[in-house]
């Protein structure tokens, strides 16, 4: 088939798991099918970079994406009082559409493989091919729990009014593809009720198993990483809680206890954690350095959607993870089984002192953990899933009905 990947931005470097996600989906599609990719640019230096992704592609076409001052500030007003929620208008281009139908035509493409909610609202410009929407995040369930979260009551209104906007945003999309993709059947059973009738299946998140894997590391006594992308909010909302209402409890129990923040573009409030206990890297060239060294991996996090990638990377590399419920929300978790769960403070330190000294037990979780990811959440492995649904979305495209 001839399967066009449709994104919001350029997906290299794999610095999130939104692009994590998208190139290597991208890259195992590539090894059944033709792939072509378009995407917004949001950075100069983005086109420098189509090298790291070429040897997948067909072709790569980028659309400029320029979000100027006045019309973000006007986006958000309208996102506010308007019908339709900020990031739809934020990622609405007129160009894209006309490209989207352009590209179609001319490649012949059997069937678009567009991710994250905003890009749904193409759907309706797919032409003749098969249009199938890689949710990645339940947006209303996220930007509730973002309003949870908010003190600032601006914000926390703002956020509601999103959350609303994007839960019919979700039942318009869901309605107008031919397939929606959710990342697990938690979410899955959320899409279906509130689209009823809609093609919904899930095709889980992973790890490169070949890249994360266990290091022969000696392991730093006391160590506690988190690590991810800090300049998106619910990540540094994590670690911030962490930092202030669980580490101090953990150091009173054990004082060989030390903090690694890892991840690029931690703002200031994650900056100004850094002390003697706490150390802040910023972007490092090999995040696994940092896991294998680890006595303990934390997920601390309260707000999100969707499966985490990074717990995902952990577990491969036989470590022993100590996770919230909402980290841990639509994977095989077993609590003390391949991973510890806990919500409130007392609790997540209690888990985590138990594991700093108990090495046993952390082998224990590390090896269960790793057997859950190279079974079910091998890139390789889950691509089988989401060649079904191309092939259900181009068999839909095909049919009379539509």
């Known amino acids: 088939m001839r399967v066009l990947v449709l994104t919001s931005r350029y997906i290299w470097p794999l610095t999130d798991g939104g692009a994590i996600r998208d190139f290597n989906l991208l890259r195992e599609t590539s090894r059944h099918h033709d792939v072509y990719l378009l995407c917004f640019l949001q950075k100069p230096e983005d086109r420098e970079n189509f090298h790291a992704v070429e040897p997948y592609c067909k072709k790569i076409i980028g659309v400029d994406l320029k979000r100027g001052r006045v019309a973000m500030v006007a986006n958000l007003l309208l996102g ?13 281009r007129p160009e894209m559409a006309a490209v989207l139908e352009r590209v179609v035509s001319e490649e012949r493409i059997d069937v678009i493989h567009a991710h994250f909610l905003h890009m749904g609202q193409y759907a309706e410009h797919h032409g003749t091919a098969g249009f199938v929407l890689d949710a990645h995040n339940l947006e209303h369930v996220l930007w509730n729990r973002l309003a949870d979260r908010m003190r600032n009551p601006l914000k926390k209104l703002f956020a509601r009014i999103q959350a609303r906007k994007l839960l019919q945003l979700e039942r318009w999309v869901a309605a107008r593809t031919d397939v929606t993709v959710t990342l697990s059947d938690q979410d899955r059973d959320e899409v279906l009720r509130l689209a009823p009738g809609s093609d919904v299946q899930t095709v889980p998140n992973g790890a490169d198993l070949e890249y994360f894997h266990p290091f022969d590391t000696e392991v730093e006594p006391g ?7 800090l300049a998106w909010l619910p990540q540094a909302d994590a670690v911030i809680d962490f930092a202030e209402e669980i580490f101090p409890r953990i150091v009173s129990r054990d004082d060989r206890a030390k903090l690694y923040i890892v991840g690029i573009n931690p703002p200031e409030s994650v900056r100004r954690l850094a002390g003697d206990r706490i150390v802040v890297t910023g972007f490092v060239d090999d995040i696994r350095e940092y896991i294998a060294r680890a006595a303990v991996v934390v997920m601390p996090l309260r707000i999100g959607a969707g499966t985490k990638h990074r717990i995902f990377q952990a577990l491969a590399m036989e470590k022993a993870i100590v996770a919230t419920t909402v980290a841990a929300e639509g994977m095989a978790l077993e609590d003390s089984v391949n991973a510890m769960i806990a919500d409130d403070s007392e609790t997540f330190a209690d888990r985590t002192v138990e594991l700093l000294n108990d090495p046993e037990k952390r082998r224990e979780l590390g090896v269960n953990g790793a057997r859950l990811v190279r079974e079910h959440h091998g890139w390789s492995g889950i691509y089988g899933g989401l060649d079904d649904v191309f092939k259900r979305a181009v068999s839909d495209a095909e049919s009379p009905a539509r």
């Not at 506010?80 to 609405?92: A, H, K, N, V």
Request: aromatic content about 24%; proline content about 5%; charged content about 15%.
């Open 80 to 92: 506010t009082l308007g019908s339709r929620p900020f990031i739809m208008r934020e990622y609405w």
């Open 223 to 229: 160590s506690i990483i988190y690590f991810g992308n």
